[in-house]
C-alpha cells in the first residue's frame, strides 16, 4: 500500500438473508436479499431525523424498513436513478419503482429472463440483454416506457454499456459496438478466455474493456484510445471509477488505482467473500454475503500530505489538482511546496533538468533557485533574501484545515529526510558547480526569462511616463502618482521587475560562460538584457571574453568604454600580444564598424574615436563619415583642430568618393592645403637654388589636378598667394578659371616655352563652351593663341603690368573678366551673359583686324625680317586645329610673307570641308524640294475625290434622304450627311466641351 486512499468502514453485519444486489439512496443503504425482500438500513443518529443527510454516514446502521415480497426472485442488481426518482430492479424481470415510497411505477415484462442492463441517464435509455437479444426502451417521462428497437447478437452478452449513441457489448468471447441507428456490429477485439468480459464506462463517455487483468481504453467507436494499459493484480469481476481512483473488485481483495498514466496501485483493502461493489455519491460500497462495508474517500489534504511524506511527489501534484475551487489559492500554494519539495529530490538525486522543471512549475522566486549555485554571483539587491529568509517548503504559511480541504496538519511538520542529508561542502560545490546542472540552470533561467523581462520592459516603460506626465503637468506630485499606480493592476515603479531581471540575466551569462558557450552569451547581450555591469564585466575581463564584452558595452551604451577597449585591443593586435584570430576580430577596422551605428546618435564621439584609426585606414573611415552623414564642414574643422595634417587626406578621399558632397569652402580649403604644401617646397629649393619650374613633384602633380579639376575654389584668393617668379603654371590655371585666357596663353607661350600646353589649354576652353549657345565664338581662343605667337614682343612687353592691374583691380567687375555678378535688372541673366561673350568677342575682333592692317598700318610694326614672329608655331597650330579656326579670320592676321604652300595643310581640309558642306546643302535642298513636289501631288490627288448622290443617298446623322440640300462629306469619301446636320453636330460638340471643362 503507497497511501490510505480509502478507510474501510462497517455499516451494517448479520443481514438475515443474503444480499444478492446493494444501492444507495441518500444516506440510506437499500439490500436486495435472496428471499426477494428488500431491506433498507439508515444510520442510527438519524433514523428520526426530521432532514435525514444526503450522504453515506460513517456509523453503524441499523434495519429502517423491510419490504417483504419485494420480487418473486432474487434481486440480481439494482439502481437508483436520481434524476427521475425511481429505483431501478432486475429480477424476473426489470421493474421500476417510485422513490421514496417504493411503489410500482412500470414493469417491463419482455425483460423477463434478462441477465444485464444499461441506463443512459441524459437520454432516459434503457437496453438489456436476454439470451441472444439486445432490446431498448425508452422512458416517456411519466409512468411509462416504450421500447425502441430489438437488435440479434451473435451469443450471450455478459456485459454491456451505453458509449454515446451505441451500445458496447461484451459477449463470450469479444467485444463488439451496437450501432443503434442501423444494427450493424463492429468487432473490438477478443476478450479473455478465463475472465468474463467487463465492460466499464468512464464520466467522459469512454470505456475500459477488460481483457483478464488488463484494461484496455477505447473511445465510443470502440478505437483504442492510448498505448497504456490499466493492469490489475488479477482479473475483476467488476471496476467502479470515483475520480481520480479506479476501484477493481477482486476475488480476495478490493484493489485501488490512479487513473493516471502508469496507473500506479495506491491501495489494497482486504476482504473475504467480497460479491458486491458499488458507486455511492460519496462512497464506494462493498457488499459481503451478510454484511456490508463502505469504503470513505480519505480527505484529499491527508492523502497529499501521505503521498509528499513518501516522496509520490507527481500522484499528490495530481490530488491537488481535485482540491474545492473555493480553495484555489491554498491549493496553489501547496502545489508549489509540493513542486519545491520534488525539485530538492529530484537535484538531489542526479535529475536536474526535471528538478528545475519542478522549479518552474512552483513559481518559486529565482533568487531562491540561485541559492543552490553559490558560485554564482549576483548584483547586491534589495529583493535577495537570506536563506532563512526563503520560501517554506513545508507550507506553513498557508496552512489548509481539516475544514476547509481536509489537508493534514503533519504535512506542515514533516520535512523529508534528503532536504538534510549531510554532505561534504566541497564536493557538493563540485556537483553544483558541474556541466549537467548548470545546464539545467540555463534552462530553467530561459524558460523564466521572457515574462520577467516583460514585467521589467512594462515597469521601465511605465516610469517613463509617469516622468513624461510629472514633467508636462508639473502640479501633480510624483510621488503621489507612482502610488496612485498600485491599485489599478500596473506594475508599481519600485516592484523591483528590474532587479529580478537583472539578477536572472546576470546568473545566465555566468552560467553560459561556465558551460563554454560564449556564442549564446554573445546573443544573449545583444539583445535587450538587464546584465549587472560590474559583475558581468569583472567576469567577462577575467576570461578574456572581449567579444562578449564590446557587446555588453554596446547595450549598456557604454560607447566610451566598448571604444576604448576596442582601440586597445586593435594596438595589441599589431603585436605578437594576441592570437592570430584574436588579431582579425579586432583591427582597426572593428573600430569602424563599431562606430557606423552611431553617426547619428552621438557623431562627436564618432569624430573623436575615428582619429584613432583615420591614418591607419583612411579610406574606411571617409566611408565611415559619409555612409553616417556626418556633416563634412564639422568632419573637416575637428580635424583642422586634432588632426591637422590628416585633413588634406580626409579632404583627398571625401573628393574621390563623392564629390558632389564637399562644399565649395572645403574645396576651397582643400586647394589652400595643397598650395601650402607647394610653396613649403618652392621655399626649401628655392633656398637651395634647386627650383625647376619643369620639374613636377606629387605635391605639384596634386595641387594642378586640383586647381584644374575643382571649381569650388576662388582663384583671386590664391593667386595672390603665388611667387611673382615662380609656379607659372599654377598662374595660367588660376587666370584660366577667371576667363583671363590671352594672360594664360601668354605665360604658357613666353614663360614657359610649352606650347603644347598652350594648345591643351585651347582645347579645354574650346570643349568647354562648345555645347553652349554661345559655342559658335569659341574658336576665338584659337585665333587669341594666334595673336600671341604673331605678336610676341607686344604680348610679352606689358605682361608685367598687366598682371598687377589684374591684382589691383579684382575686387572691381571689369566686364573682360566675364565675372558680373551684381548686374540686376530686368533680363538681368541674359544681360550678364551677352557681357561675357561680347567681351570676349570684342577682345578677339579688335585684335583680328589690327592684325588684318598692313605693316605701315600696323600700331606696333614687326621686327625686321619677322625673326620675332613664330611662324612655326602659328603654322602648326593652323594644321592642327583647322577645323576650330575661323579661316577668315586666321588668314587676316598672317603677315602678307607667309608662303601658299606652307598654308596648304591648313587651306586643303579646310576648303575640301567647304566644298563638302556646299554639296551637302545643294544635295538637301533639291530633296526638300522634290519633297514639296510629292506633296503637293497628293495634295492634288486627295481633292479629284468623286461623290455621288443618288435619290437613295441617306443622311448618317438624321438617317433622311440627301435630295438636292446641300450636304457634307466626311474625310473617308464615304460618309454623307446633310450641311446642316453637320454644323449642328459640331455645335454640341463645342458645347459639350465648354460644359465639361467648367465642370472640372
Not at 508636462?472 to 528590474?498: E, H, L, M, Q, W
Not at 595643397?674 to 633656398?687: F, K, P, Q, R
Not at 440640300?965 to 454623307?976: C, D, E, L, Q, R
Amino acid at each position: 500500500m503507497v497511501h490510505s486512499a480509502y478507510d474501510s468502514f462497517q455499516l451494517l453485519k448479520d443481514c438475515p438473508a443474503r444480499i444478492d444486489a446493494l444501492e444507495s439512496y441518500g444516506s440510506k443503504i437499500f439490500a436486495g436479499c435472496y428471499d426477494g425482500s428488500l431491506r433498507i438500513y439508515a444510520p442510527e443518529t438519524s433514523a428520526s431525523d426530521r432532514f435525514p443527510p444526503l450522504e453515506l454516514q460513517k456509523q453503524p446502521y441499523v434495519l429502517d424498513k423491510t419490504v417483504v415480497g419485494f420480487s418473486r426472485r432474487p434481486i440480481v442488481a439494482m439502481e437508483v436513478l436520481s434524476s427521475r426518482e425511481l429505483l431501478l430492479s432486475l429480477s424476473e424481470s426489470i421493474a421500476f419503482h417510485g422513490l421514496p415510497d417504493l411503489e410500482t411505477v412500470a414493469v417491463i415484462t419482455k425483460a423477463k429472463g434478462a441477465n444485464v442492463y444499461s441506463w443512459d441517464d441524459r437520454r432516459g435509455f434503457l437496453c438489456f440483454a436476454r439470451q441472444k437479444r439486445v432490446c431498448v426502451f425508452k422512458h416517456d417521462g411519466g409512468r411509462g416506457f416504450v421500447e425502441v428497437r430489438e437488435y440479434g447478437v451473435p451469443d450471450t452478452v455478459k456485459s454491456m454499456s451505453w458509449c454515446g449513441e451505441n451500445i458496447c457489448l461484451g459477449i463470450r468471447k469479444e467485444y463488439v459496438i451496437l450501432n443503434t441507428a442501423n444494427g450493424a456490429l463492429s468487432e473490438v477485439f477478443p476478450s479473455g478466455r478465463i475472465a468474463p468480459p467487463l465492460v466499464v464506462s468512464l464520466p467522459s463517455g469512454e470505456l475500459i474493456l477488460g481483457k483478464e487483468n488488463v484494461g484496455v481504453f477505447v473511445d465510443q467507436n470502440g478505437k483504442l484510445l492510448q498505448a497504456d494499459r490499466i493492469c490489475w493484480s488479477e482479473a475483476p469481476t467488476a471496476v467502479v471509477i470515483q475520480n481520480p481512483y479506479g476501484i477493481a473488485l477482486l476475488p480476495r481483495r478490493v484493489e485501488v488505482r490512479l487513473l493516471r498514466s502508469s496507473y500506479p496501485l495506491i491501495q489494497t483493502i482486504v476482504l473475504q467473500n467480497v460479491r458486491h461493489l458499488v458507486k455511492s455519491n460519496n462512497a464506494v460500497i462493498v457488499g459481503l454475503d451478510n454484511s456490508v462495508y463502505v469504503l470513505f474517500p480519505v480527505s484529499l489534504g491527508a492523502q497529499i500530505v501521505q503521498l509528499t511524506a513518501s516522496g509520490n511527489f507527481e500522484e499528490a501534484l495530481a490530488l491537488c489538482k481535485l482540491l474545492p475551487p473555493e480553495d484555489s489559492s491554498l491549493r496553489a500554494a501547496k502545489e508549489s511546496s509540493i513542486h519545491v519539495r520534488y525539485a530538492h529530490y529530484l537535484f538531489d538525486n542526479g535529475s536536474y533538468e526535471e528538478a528545475m522543471e519542478q522549479f518552474l512549475a512552483s513559481q518559486v522566486d529565482i533568487t531562491y533557485v540561485l541559492s543552490l549555485y553559490q558560485s554564482i554571483v549576483l548584483p547586491k539587491t534589495t529583493i535577495v533574501p537570506q536563506p532563512e529568509k526563503m520560501v517554506d517548503i513545508t507550507g506553513d504559511e498557508a496552512p489548509l484545515s481539516r475544514g476547509s480541504s481536509g489537508i493534514s496538519d503533519d504535512m506542515e511538520s514533516t520535512s523529508p529526510l534528503y532536504l538534510f542529508e549531510s554532505e561534504d561542502n566541497s564536493a557538493l560545490e563540485s556537483k553544483k558547480m558541474s556541466h549537467n546542472t548548470l545546464m539545467a540552470l540555463i534552462k530553467y533561467l530561459q524558460k523564466r526569462r521572457q515574462s520577467i523581462i516583460e514585467k521589467a520592459t512594462a515597469e521601465g516603460t511605465e516610469e517613463a511616463v509617469s516622468d513624461a506626465v510629472g514633467d508636462t503637468y508639473g502640479v501633480y506630485d510624483s510621488s503621489k502618482f507612482k502610488k496612485s499606480t498600485k491599485g489599478r493592476g500596473t506594475v508599481p515603479i519600485n516592484s523591483g521587475a528590474r532587479e529580478m531581471a537583472a539578477i536572472l540575466d546576470t546568473a545566465l551569462l555566468q552560467a553560459l560562460l561556465h558551460t563554454g558557450q560564449s556564442g549564446a552569451a554573445i546573443e544573449l547581450l545583444k539583445g535587450l538584457n538587464y546584465c549587472d555591469v560590474k559583475i558581468s564585466e569583472e567576469i567577462l575581463l577575467k576570461s578574456k571574453n572581449y567579444s562578449a564584452l564590446l557587446e555588453l558595452y554596446k547595450s549598456k551604451s557604454m560607447h566610451q568604454e566598448a571604444l576604448k577597449l576596442l582601440h586597445q585591443l586593435a594596438e595589441e593586435s599589431k603585436s605578437n600580444e594576441l592570437q592570430t584570430e584574436v588579431k582579425q576580430k579586432f583591427s582597426p577596422e572593428s573600430v569602424i564598424e563599431y562606430l557606423k551605428p552611431l553617426c547619428r546618435t552621438d557623431p562627436m564621439l564618432v569624430l573623436e574615436y575615428s582619429m584613432l584609426v583615420l591614418e591607419s585606414c583612411p579610406t574606411q573611415t571617409i566611408e565611415l563619415f559619409l555612409s553616417g552623414n556626418i556633416p563634412a564642414d564639422l568632419v573637416n574643422s575637428y580635424l583642422k583642430q586634432h588632426a591637422p595634417n590628416l585633413q588634406g587626406r580626409y579632404l583627398e578621399l571625401m573628393m574621390e568618393m563623392n564629390e558632389t558632397a564637399i562644399s565649395g569652402n572645403l574645396q576651397n580649403e582643400m586647394v589652400q592645403i595643397y598650395l601650402s604644401e607647394v610653396l613649403e617646397l618652392y621655399a626649401e629649393l628655392n633656398a637651395q637654388q634647386k627650383w625647376d619650374e619643369k620639374d613636377h613633384p606629387s605635391a605639384r602633380k596634386k595641387l594642378l589636378s586640383a586647381l584644374e579639376s575643382i571649381s569650388g575654389y576662388s582663384p583671386e584668393t590664391l593667386l595672390k598667394r603665388l611667387p611673382p617668379d615662380a609656379l607659372f603654371e599654377e598662374r595660367a590655371v588660376l587666370l584660366g578659371k577667371i576667363n583671363q585666357h590671352e594672360l594664360a596663353l601668354s605665360i604658357y607661350v613666353h614663360k614657359l616655352h610649352a606650347p603644347d600646353l598652350a594648345l591643351a589649354y585651347c582645347d579645354r576652353i574650346y570643349e568647354s563652351v562648345a555645347h553652349l549657345p554661345s559655342g559658335k565664338s569659341s574658336s576665338n581662343i584659337y585665333l587669341t593663341l594666334l595673336q600671341i605667337y604673331l605678336n610676341p614682343k607686344r604680348m610679352t612687353k606689358d605682361f608685367a603690368k598687366r598682371i598687377m592691374d589684374l591684382g589691383s583691380s579684382q575686387n572691381s567687375t571689369p566686364a573682360r573678366m566675364g565675372s558680373v555678378t551684381s548686374f540686376k535688372g530686368k533680363g538681368g541673366r541674359s544681360k550678364k551673359i551677352a557681357a561675357i561673350e561680347g567681351a570676349e568677342d570684342m577682345r578677339v575682333s579688335l585684335s583680328s583686324t589690327d592684325s588684318g592692317k598692313s605693316d605701315g598700318d600696323a600700331e606696333e610694326p614687326m621686327e625686321e625680317g619677322n625673326s620675332t614672329v613664330m611662324i612655326s608655331e602659328v603654322l602648326d597650330l593652323l594644321s592642327r586645329r583647322w577645323e576650330r579656326i575661323n579661316g577668315a579670320h586666321a588668314l587676316k592676321l598672317l603677315p602678307r610673307e607667309t608662303k601658299l604652300q606652307n598654308l596648304l595643310p591648313f587651306l586643303g581640309p579646310l576648303l575640301r570641308k567647304s566644298s563638302e558642306a556646299h554639296r551637302n546643302f545643294s544635295v538637301i535642298k533639291s530633296l526638300r524640294q522634290s519633297e514639296n513636289l510629292q506633296v503637293k501631288d497628293e495634295l492634288y490627288s486627295h481633292r479629284k475625290g468623286v461623290v455621288k448622290v443618288t435619290s437613295e443617298s441617306m443622311c448618317s446623322l438624321c438617317n433622311k434622304k440627301i435630295g438636292t440640300s446641300v450636304f457634307a462629306v466626311y474625310p473617308n469619301g464615304k460618309t454623307i450627311v446633310h450641311f446642316v446636320c453637320f454644323r449642328d453636330s459640331q455645335g454640341m460638340k463645342a458645347v459639350s466641351k465648354t460644359s465639361h471643362g467648367r465642370r472640372r
